[in-house]
């Protein structure tokens, strides 16, 4: 039992354990995950419905979508923004590896009569010939990945854009992450039964990496006959950080923002976003 709890709370090295395949194709978790999606009045897992109106009125205005562009929403979940931006006229793909929210996504696109193209698989390994006019991270995926995945993932964006197409992402703060703190805590079926139908007891230990600037939820679930871990990890950023890695692998920052929606940067806000092109040249 004490090499049990000693495990449970033991720390690991930032980004050397990866479950978000785990959580997200889970028959159980996965239908968990699209419930949050579907939620709009909540900020968990897609943001509420009346920012994502707004958001994706901003990015089919900002990025003149239309007859003739091509977008692609990474991480695209049910297909919040896809739809949306689909209404503009432009030619859209949605890339997630949740068969679950695909299914309701492919469902709302034909209910709604428009053809958007739908891709399972893992982002970090998509590969096609096409190449867009617009790229999309949204709701701060970006932060979920080690910094080799997020190398991938820009290298895979400058691959797929059309030159001068450009990319538009959000990421967490330096100040969200000055606001976490380290924290231990321990449940009977931890957040309602989220992690498994089965009775479980739930363990969830907040790792802070001050050096890296990265947090750690950890959660340990214990049932009757087996016992899985999963880790969320998130890399907070400031501007510097973030335009250096970006550059470093090829795009040019063109604009920081305070969200997807277009508001002004703010460095009292716990989030904000960028605009980053390929070069044409």
């Not at 690991?12 to 939620?39: E, Q």
């Not at 893992?122 to 617009?134: E, P, W």
């Not at 087996?226 to 470093?248: I, P, S, T």
Request: aromatic letters at 14%; glycine letters at 6%; a negative charge.
């Amino acid at each position: 039992m004490y090499q049990d709890l000693e495990e449970i709370n033991r720390r690991p090295t930032p980004f050397s354990c990866y479950t978000a395949a785990d959580l997200w194709t889970d028959r159980h978790t996965s239908s968990k995950m699209l419930a949050y999606h579907l939620d709009g009045t909540i900020d968990i897992s897609s943001r509420k419905t009346a920012f994502i109106d707004r958001s994706a009125a901003w990015i089919a205005s900002r990025f003149e979508l239309g007859k003739g562009k091509i977008a692609a929403d990474f991480g695209c979940g049910p297909g919040l923004y896809t739809t949306r931006l689909a209404t503009s006229g432009a030619t859209v793909t949605g890339i997630d590896f949740s068969e679950r929210s695909l299914q309701y996504a492919r469902e709302m696109s034909r209910r709604k009569g428009l053809s958007i193209e739908y891709i399972q698989t893992n982002y970090l390994d998509f590969k096609s010939d096409q190449r867009f006019d617009l790229i999309t991270m949204i709701m701060c995926d970006y932060c979920a990945l080690s910094p080799d995945q997020r190398h991938m993932m820009l290298d895979t964006f400058l691959t797929h854009l059309r030159p001068g197409g450009a990319v538009l992402l959000d990421v967490y703060s330096l100040r969200a992450f000055n606001a976490r703190e380290e924290t231990a805590a321990y449940a009977h079926n931890l957040l309602d039964g989220f992690w498994s139908p089965n009775p479980y007891f739930g363990f969830l230990n907040i790792f802070k990496y001050e050096d890296e600037k990265v947090i750690l939820d950890k959660f340990t679930i214990v049932e009757e006959k087996q016992k899985q871990v999963f880790y969320n990890w998130l890399q907070y950023f400031d501007r510097e950080a973030l335009k250096k890695e970006v550059e470093k692998q090829g795009l040019r920052i063109d604009a920081f923002l305070g969200n997807v929606a277009g508001d002004a940067f703010d460095p009292a806000l716990n989030e904000f976003a960028i605009i980053a092109r390929k070069p044409t040249h």
